[in-house]
């Protein structure tokens, strides 16, 4: 199983990036996608997640309204659109898959044990 992600670079504040991840040696029909960042030295945070097994959508209250997601199965590529990006997205972002769960929404929990990651994209917002 391989994820690699692209779309990262350098964007002004409020301005947008799609970040992209294609997989293969998976069908992403059967999986749970999620799309994590993470700043050095900082916890590794959840961003947006999307279950394909009821096509529920999750979103980190950080991001909710600004960040869709979204896939492609035919591609097997998920997407996230970032809107009204802010300094504080400065991140690297990393898709991940699960078979079983991104988030939980009862207990408000990401899955940060995913099955597999990609090896990240950065993203640097300028304020």
């Known amino acids: 199983v391989q994820l690699v992600e692209s779309g990262g670079g350098l964007v002004q504040a409020g301005g947008s990036l799609r970040l992209a991840c294609a997989a293969s040696?998976?069908?992403?029909?059967?999986?749970?996608i999620g799309w994590f960042r993470q700043v050095p030295g900082l916890e590794r945070e959840g961003v947006s997640g999307?279950?394909?097994?009821?096509?529920?959508?999750y979103y980190g209250d950080s991001v909710r309204g600004r960040f869709t997601i979204s896939s492609d199965n035919a591609k097997n590529t998920v997407y996230l659109q970032m809107n009204s990006l802010k300094a504080e997205d400065t991140a690297v972002y990393y898709c991940?898959?699960?078979?079983?769960?991104?988030?939980?929404?009862?207990?408000?929990?990401?899955?940060?044990?995913?099955?597999?990651w990609g090896k990240g994209t950065l993203v640097t917002v300028s304020s």
């Open positions: 991940a898959i699960d078979s079983h769960w991104v988030f939980d929404p009862i207990a408000t929990m990401w899955n940060y044990g995913m099955a597999y």
């Open positions: 040696g998976i069908t992403f029909d059967d999986y749970d």
């Open positions: 999307l279950s394909n097994s009821d096509g529920n959508t």
